[in-house]
């Protein structure tokens, strides 16, 4: 992995190849993303912004050339983009992981705010969007479903994704000139325990609500606090000296399992279970 992190940060093009290269292949979006992350956490916004809008425009002609639509395709690139180059720039001037991710939870709750504000009836759009994808009774039993939640887990989808990558840049920043410093950093995030609290109460509001603003809201909050678990999980195996192998399951009960985790999340924002199990381990306990 250091190769290819030393690759991106060898000069001004070197990462713009490396952006538009990920972006083109599947699945590896979010790799481009963390070296945009990268870029901006040591060189600060001029460059971070250079590399931003000179993969958006190669992007752009490439997929013109492909027959797409070029200004459609870029949109909907900038709205993951901009998102990791905005936390980047807040977590390079606040050197404060927890701030940064309730900075991008913040803006996620804003846009959630604002979409629900725009349109009248979420959905209606997106059944309009999505409209001839998905046909027969099984189509139609899923997206009667899935739509009237959609919003929420389209906003998580793209929170999860800005923090993934954010993350992954700040681990390859560490990996060239700050050794195991990430872990330190990740290891320790910890929440503020007034937004713990707030996110707990719209959890319990979601429950009596059903799809709507507060559901969606929901979601990015559990969203949220299951990444403060996931630092607790990753603490205490090392606190323990797990093997890695004991975070198999931890990542592959997530998707079934993210309320739970959110509140594992929040009971750490109070309670320091990091703290108290590793200082329980060192007296024997």
Do not use: C
């Amino acid at each position: 992995m250091k190769p290819i992190v030393a690759f991106i940060m060898q000069g001004r093009w070197q990462p713009v190849l490396f952006i538009v290269a990920t972006t083109l292949l599947p699945l590896l979006a979010w790799l481009g993303g963390a070296a945009l992350a990268l870029v901006t956490l040591r060189r600060g916004p001029m460059h971070g912004a250079l590399t931003l809008g000179a993969a958006a425009i190669a992007l752009g002609g490439l997929f013109g050339a492909m027959g797409a639509n070029p200004l459609v395709s870029v949109l909907g690139l900038l709205e993951y983009w901009v998102p990791v180059f905005l936390l980047a720039l807040v977590l390079r001037a606040t050197v404060s992981l927890p701030l940064t991710v309730m900075a991008g939870a913040g803006m996620a709750a804003v846009a959630l705010l604002v979409w629900h504000a725009a349109v009248a009836d979420p959905v209606a759009f997106w059944q309009g969007s999505l409209e001839g994808l998905l046909q027969g009774d099984q189509g139609g039993e899923f997206m009667e479903a899935v739509l009237p939640v959609l919003s929420g887990f389209w906003l998580l989808g793209l929170w999860s994704l800005a923090m993934l990558s954010l993350l992954v840049g700040r681990w390859w920043q560490a990996l060239l000139y700050n050794p195991g410093g990430f872990q330190q950093e990740f290891h320790g995030l910890r929440l503020d325990w007034r937004l713990a609290m707030g996110a707990l109460l719209v959890m319990l509001a979601a429950t009596f609500t059903g799809p709507g603003l507060v559901y969606d809201l929901s979601l990015l909050v559990s969203g949220l606090f299951t990444l403060q678990a996931l630092a607790v999980a990753h603490a205490l195996r090392l606190a323990n000296g797990w093997h890695w192998a004991m975070m198999v399951p931890v990542y592959g009960f997530l998707p079934f399992l993210v309320k739970l985790y959110a509140l594992l999340g929040i009971a750490d924002t109070w309670f320091d279970l990091r703290g108290r199990l590793a200082a329980g381990r060192g007296n024997g306990g």
